[in-house]
């Protein structure tokens, strides 16, 4: 017998158990199971050079140029054992002991490489307390293969590959982990993990790893839909109060439904109207006053595909003492502020970086030193291999010094969306100042770090209604398509 020690402790849903695990080996020639399949684009041409990862074979392939993989498994027919942490090849015997002390009731299961249930250990079930199981070789016979052997409670799931060679058995956890639908679904047999820079990684999960063509499995390339809109704070009257303009900046953002929008002049009293009429967003940030309260950068970005990050996430102050709630410096009159955050995709694990501002007017020393501590604040970010965009009211033209340092920096140069797609457009103004006119100065920008992306669309949206208008800026928006790999 060899002896294998697992601890996982219950207040996080604990598994604490001991395994001896013996089974007398039942040699046969194991089959051979082929995973074929073929990766495009949404209009089916293959995409050559993608990484497809088989998750618990811990098999690797390359798509070649034709977009195609194939994995070659051995798969045997019955699990022989239980382990719950790493172990080295041990000679097998005549019987199996489980020993255990749970939390809570946990589920064994066994199944084979083809995803078939495996041996009377499945029926099992390992109440609250302290538990002694034995199984005998009639109960757990094997043959030679790789196998998966599950652990399921209400809120946590477990799993572990078994491989017997000629008589012998290695074990090792292929994942432990709480979720709670995990364990009311059961295991899978196996899933692909599949990326490729550009596109969003995927994950196609396996209901058996017999063999089988997946036929054409489609990734999504990495789009984000971005704005940045002034919104206007609580300083007008009549026509324009926002009262009369709430529904317009609505209906904007349910209009083109972008992934995050960066507010400027955003104050509390606006915000609950705008995520009761826009439902699938919510706010990220905090206000620009030392009380948290006032004016503010904040992101408001789809809840319902993006999660923040809040490790990789903040406000600062544009000043001397960025880190000091309501400091300012270079002859600011008012507090000014940049909100970041990490936005994580919920279901493929990819991400960004979102950098928010509203600059100050009043000084070009407070614009170039903002537009130098916008930058070193990027270059600094934790995850530098991940995508960033940036969007701000920065009451900068393209001609001043600030925003040409942004575009001409060594340290990490942005490009405009918009200036990109319409480098010499004639009526790009964005500040009208309720007037609607389009040849103002233009001093709304989203920014993307250089030779990162591939600009697919850029607009400085007009919408009026009986020419009164969501704000007196117009609203831009832009979406890009990152060309390096996001990660996770």
Same mark, same amino acid.
């Given at each position: 017998?060899?002896?294998?020690?697992?601890?996982?402790?219950?207040?996080?849903?604990?598994?604490?158990?001991?395994? #001896?695990?013996?089974?007398?080996?039942?040699?046969?020639?194991?089959?051979?199971?082929?995973?074929? $399949?073929?990766?495009?684009?949404?209009? @089916?041409?293959?995409?050559?050079?993608?990484?497809?990862?088989? +998750?618990?074979?811990?098999?690797?392939?390359?798509?070649? #140029?034709?977009?195609?993989?194939?994995?070659?498994?051995?798969?045997?027919?019955?699990?022989?054992?239980?382990?719950?942490?790493? +172990? +080295?090849?041990?000679?097998?015997?005549?019987?199996?002991?489980?020993?255990?002390?749970?939390?809570?009731?946990?589920?064994?299961?066994?199944?084979?490489?083809?995803?078939? #249930?495996?041996?009377?250990?499945?029926?099992?079930?390992? +109440?609250?307390?302290?538990?002694?199981?034995?199984?005998?070789?009639?109960?757990?016979?094997?043959?030679?293969?790789?196998?998966?052997?599950?652990?399921?409670?209400?809120?946590?799931?477990?799993?572990?590959?078994?491989?017997?060679?000629?008589?012998?058995?290695?074990?090792?956890?292929?994942?432990?982990?709480?979720?709670?639908?995990?364990?009311?679904?059961?295991?899978?047999?196996?899933?692909?993990?599949?990326?490729?820079?550009?596109y969003q990684n995927a994950i196609h999960e396996l209901a058996s790893v017999a063999g089988q063509d997946l036929g054409d499995i489609i990734l999504s390339p990495f789009i984000i839909a971005i704005m940045s809109f002034n919104i206007r704070g609580p300083y007008d009257?009549?026509?324009?109060?926002?009262?009369?303009?709430?529904?317009?900046?609505?209906?904007?953002?349910?209009?083109?439904?972008?992934?995050?929008?960066?507010?400027?002049?955003?104050?509390?009293?606006?915000?609950?109207?705008?995520?009761?009429?826009?439902?699938?967003?919510?706010?990220?940030?905090? $206000?620009?006053?030392?009380?948290?309260?006032?004016?503010?950068?904040?992101?408001?970005?789809?809840?319902?595909?993006?999660?923040?990050?809040?490790?990789?996430?903040?406000?600062?102050?544009?000043?001397?003492?960025?880190?000091?709630?309501?400091?300012?410096?270079?002859?600011?009159?008012?507090?000014?502020?940049?909100?970041?955050?990490?936005?994580?995709?919920?279901?493929?694990?990819?991400?960004?970086?979102?950098?928010?501002? @509203?600059?100050? /007017?009043?000084?070009?020393?407070?614009?170039?030193?903002?537009?130098?501590?916008?930058?070193?604040?990027?270059?600094?970010?934790?995850?530098?291999?991940?995508?960033?965009?940036?969007?701000?009211?920065?009451?900068?033209?393209?001609?001043?010094?600030?925003?040409v340092y942004l575009k001409q920096n060594t340290i990490l140069p942005l490009s405009d969306t918009y200036r990109l797609l319409y480098p010499n457009a004639p009526n790009s103004g964005t500040f009208h100042n309720w007037t609607g006119t389009q040849t103002g100065d233009k001093i709304d920008y989203i920014l993307v770090p250089q030779n990162t992306f591939t600009d697919l669309a850029a607009e400085?949206? @007009?919408?009026?209604?009986?020419? #009164? /208008?969501?704000?007196?800026?117009?609203?831009? /928006?832009?979406?890009?398509?990152?060309?390096?790999?996001?990660?996770?």
């Amino acid at each position: 017998m060899d002896t294998v020690y697992c601890r996982k402790f219950f207040n996080h849903i604990t598994f604490i158990g001991i395994f #001896l695990a013996s089974v007398t080996a039942y040699p046969t020639t194991p089959s051979a199971a082929i995973i074929t $399949g073929r990766i495009t684009d949404s209009l @089916h041409n293959p995409l050559s050079g993608t990484i497809v990862r088989l +998750a618990n074979a811990n098999l690797v392939d390359t798509t070649k #140029l034709d977009g195609t993989f194939s994995f070659n498994l051995q798969v045997g027919n019955r699990v022989t054992s239980v382990s719950a942490s790493q +172990a +080295a090849f041990s000679s097998i015997g005549d019987k199996v002991r489980i020993e255990s002390n749970i939390g809570q009731t946990m589920q064994f299961r066994m199944y084979d490489y083809a995803g078939r #249930l495996c041996s009377a250990i499945a029926a099992r079930k390992l +109440a609250r307390g302290t538990n002694v199981i034995r199984f005998d070789k009639t109960e757990l016979p094997a043959t030679e293969g790789s196998y998966i052997m599950s652990a399921m409670a209400p809120e946590f799931y477990a799993q572990w590959k078994i491989m017997i060679v000629s008589g012998k058995m290695q074990t090792s956890v292929l994942s432990q982990r709480r979720t709670a639908q995990l364990a009311k679904s059961g295991s899978i047999a196996d899933s692909l993990v599949i990326s490729k820079p550009g596109y969003q990684n995927a994950i196609h999960e396996l209901a058996s790893v017999a063999g089988q063509d997946l036929g054409d499995i489609i990734l999504s390339p990495f789009i984000i839909a971005i704005m940045s809109f002034n919104i206007r704070g609580p300083y007008d009257t009549g026509t324009n109060a926002w009262a009369n303009r709430r529904d317009k900046v609505i209906t904007v953002i349910n209009t083109y439904h972008p992934d995050v929008i960066g507010f400027q002049e955003l104050v509390p009293e606006y915000m609950a109207d705008i995520v009761t009429g826009c439902p699938h967003y919510a706010f990220y940030g905090i $206000g620009r006053e030392s009380t948290g309260l006032g004016e503010s950068s904040r992101i408001l970005y789809r809840s319902d595909i993006w999660r923040i990050d809040s490790s990789n996430a903040g406000t600062f102050w544009y000043s001397p003492t960025p880190n000091i709630p309501g400091s300012m410096g270079w002859g600011e009159t008012y507090p000014r502020i940049c909100t970041h955050a990490r936005l994580v995709n919920k279901q493929t694990g990819v991400s960004f970086y979102h950098f928010n501002s @509203h600059w100050a /007017y009043e000084s070009q020393k407070a614009q170039d030193s903002t537009s130098k501590m916008l930058i070193d604040s990027m270059a600094h970010r934790r995850f530098t291999d991940v995508p960033a965009v940036v969007t701000g009211d920065f009451n900068a033209t393209d001609a001043n010094s600030a925003v040409v340092y942004l575009k001409q920096n060594t340290i990490l140069p942005l490009s405009d969306t918009y200036r990109l797609l319409y480098p010499n457009a004639p009526n790009s103004g964005t500040f009208h100042n309720w007037t609607g006119t389009q040849t103002g100065d233009k001093i709304d920008y989203i920014l993307v770090p250089q030779n990162t992306f591939t600009d697919l669309a850029a607009e400085i949206i @007009h919408y009026q209604v009986n020419n #009164l /208008y969501p704000s007196d800026h117009f609203p831009i /928006y832009a979406e890009i398509r990152f060309t390096k790999n996001p990660g996770y």
